[in-house]
């Protein structure tokens, strides 16, 4: 079944039940070059979001089945 979209912003939401994983290294420069490319002096949260997001996705694409 698909995951419920929230409409609210992600800093009036509540935290995720599963426990999250620090960014890594390359990570966390990919959030700086975002952030920079924003016009940012640093990467804020749907910075650091995105990163994590693309993370997810591209996991659950290598570890699918092929058939």
């Given at each position: 079944m698909a995951e419920r979209r929230?409409?609210?912003?992600?800093?009036?939401?509540?935290?995720?039940?599963?426990?999250s994983k620090p960014l890594t290294?390359?990570?966390?420069?990919?959030?700086?070059?975002?952030?920079?490319?924003?016009?940012?002096?640093?990467?804020?949260?749907?910075?650091?979001?995105?990163?994590?997001?693309?993370?997810?996705?591209?996991?659950?694409?290598?570890?699918?089945?092929?058939?």
């Amino acid at each position: 079944m698909a995951e419920r979209r929230d409409d609210r912003p992600p800093w009036k939401r509540k935290n995720p039940k599963e426990s999250s994983k620090p960014l890594t290294a390359g990570e966390k420069q990919e959030a700086r070059t975002r952030a920079a490319r924003a016009g940012r002096p640093y990467p804020n949260l749907v910075d650091n979001m995105a990163v994590a997001r693309k993370r997810r996705k591209s996991k659950g694409a290598a570890t699918r089945k092929k058939e």
